[in-house]
């Protein structure tokens, strides 16, 4: 089998990490020449793509991946690799397609629970850009019989990426809105569903989140404890100076269900809420 991500940024290369020795050869994009020797000491061939033109090297790639995985964000004319080779990606008929979206196409419903059949209505840019995309994909796969999965991730979280390290380094803040829960997501569980898509050829639209939605403080006060720290001084909402992005995010409030990709997919999360996964990493390594 023979791998190639599209975008090889953080859950990327921890899918490589965790099942790596599955495929006979590993490519991956990247826009920066600056990050080729980190992804190839990492096992992952670079290819340099600026999103809009594909190279030789890149068409070559993709004529010969029986898997592809795209974690590339999507941009206002849409997704950069069925721009730049959609004719290539369908001659060459790989074996299945994983795609790497957000839970934030489901935009604000009110503290409710959803599932993939729920209403999507994206507040932010970039959530509205996902949706766009996941629906060329989905008419890509309906043409092509291609299989495409669609992976809505919730916030991402893993090692060197998480409610520790932000104590440790003293960037941690305990905002405070009423009402304001979301779902989170480990990075090897990322990887583990992303396995789990490629191993049943899947299609189709999955949630991939925790079973514990809820509000950011707790991880935060959780996490200090740990650490046997105070947590840092609670700041209401309204006086948190939060970035237009951040204040997008705030104003979203939902909970996600994963019940069908434990259902369809038989997916068995290895950390199914944040106090198993941050219980791990402060005895086995967080940083």
Same mark, same amino acid.
């Given at each position: 089998?023979?791998? /190639?991500?599209?975008?090889?940024?953080?859950?990327?290369?921890?899918?490589?990490?965790?099942?790596?020795?599955?495929?006979?050869?590993?490519?991956?994009?990247?826009?920066?020449?600056?990050?080729?020797?980190?992804?190839?000491?990492?096992?992952? =061939?670079?290819?340099?793509?600026? %999103?809009?033109? #594909?190279?030789?090297?890149?068409?070559? &790639?993709?004529?010969?991946?029986? *898997?592809?995985?795209?974690? #590339?964000?999507?941009?206002?004319?849409?997704?950069?690799?069925?721009?730049?080779?959609?004719?290539?990606?369908?001659?060459?008929?790989?074996?299945?397609?994983?795609?790497?979206?957000?839970?934030?196409?489901?935009?604000? *419903?009110?503290? +409710?629970?959803?599932?993939?059949?729920?209403?999507?209505?994206?507040?932010?840019?970039?959530?509205?850009?996902?949706?766009? &995309?996941? *629906? @060329?994909?989905? #008419?890509?796969?309906?043409?092509?019989?291609?299989?495409?999965?669609? /992976?809505?991730?919730?916030?991402?979280?893993? +090692? %060197?990426?998480?409610?520790?390290?932000?104590?440790?380094?003293?960037?941690?803040?305990?905002?405070?809105? @009423?009402? =304001? $829960?979301?779902?989170?997501? *480990?990075?090897?569980?990322?990887?583990?569903?992303?396995?789990?898509?490629?191993?049943?050829?899947?299609?189709?639209?999955? !949630?991939?989140?925790?079973?514990?939605?809820?509000?950011?403080?707790? $991880?935060?006060?959780? &996490?200090?404890?740990?650490?046997? $720290?105070?947590?840092?001084? &609670?700041?209401?909402?309204?006086?948190?100076?939060?970035?237009?992005?951040?204040?997008?995010?705030?104003?979203?409030?939902?909970?996600?269900?994963?019940?069908?990709?434990?259902?369809?997919?038989?997916?068995?999360?290895?950390?199914?809420?944040?106090?198993?996964?941050?219980?791990?990493?402060?005895? !086995?390594?967080?940083?």
């Amino acid at each position: 089998m023979r791998l /190639l991500i599209l975008g090889a940024g953080y859950s990327a290369r921890h899918f490589v990490k965790m099942y790596g020795t599955e495929f006979s050869w590993i490519g991956g994009t990247t826009r920066s020449p600056e990050k080729m020797e980190e992804l190839r000491s990492k096992g992952v =061939q670079p290819i340099l793509f600026d %999103g809009q033109t #594909a190279s030789d090297e890149l068409l070559e &790639a993709i004529a010969t991946a029986t *898997h592809i995985l795209v974690s #590339a964000a999507p941009t206002d004319d849409g997704d950069p690799l069925l721009n730049a080779a959609r004719d290539a990606v369908a001659k060459a008929k790989p074996t299945a397609i994983c795609y790497l979206s957000t839970i934030g196409v489901y935009g604000d *419903h009110g503290g +409710r629970w959803v599932t993939e059949t729920a209403e999507c209505n994206p507040t932010s840019k970039r959530s509205k850009q996902r949706l766009e &995309a996941e *629906h @060329e994909w989905l #008419a890509f796969s309906e043409e092509t019989s291609i299989p495409v999965s669609i /992976l809505r991730l919730a916030g991402i979280y893993g +090692r %060197g990426q998480n409610a520790l390290c932000n104590l440790d380094k003293g960037k941690a803040r305990r905002i405070i809105k @009423e009402g =304001q $829960v979301f779902n989170r997501i *480990h990075v090897s569980d990322i990887a583990g569903a992303v396995q789990h898509a490629f191993e049943d050829n899947a299609s189709g639209i999955f !949630n991939v989140c925790d079973d514990a939605p809820c509000p950011p403080e707790d $991880v935060v006060e959780y &996490a200090a404890r740990l650490m046997g $720290v105070e947590p840092p001084p &609670a700041i209401a909402f309204e006086d948190a100076d939060l970035s237009p992005m951040a204040i997008s995010f705030y104003g979203e409030v939902k909970r996600a269900s994963n019940a069908k990709l434990k259902g369809a997919l038989g997916y068995k999360f290895k950390f199914p809420n944040y106090r198993e996964a941050l219980d791990y990493m402060w005895e !086995n390594g967080w940083s």
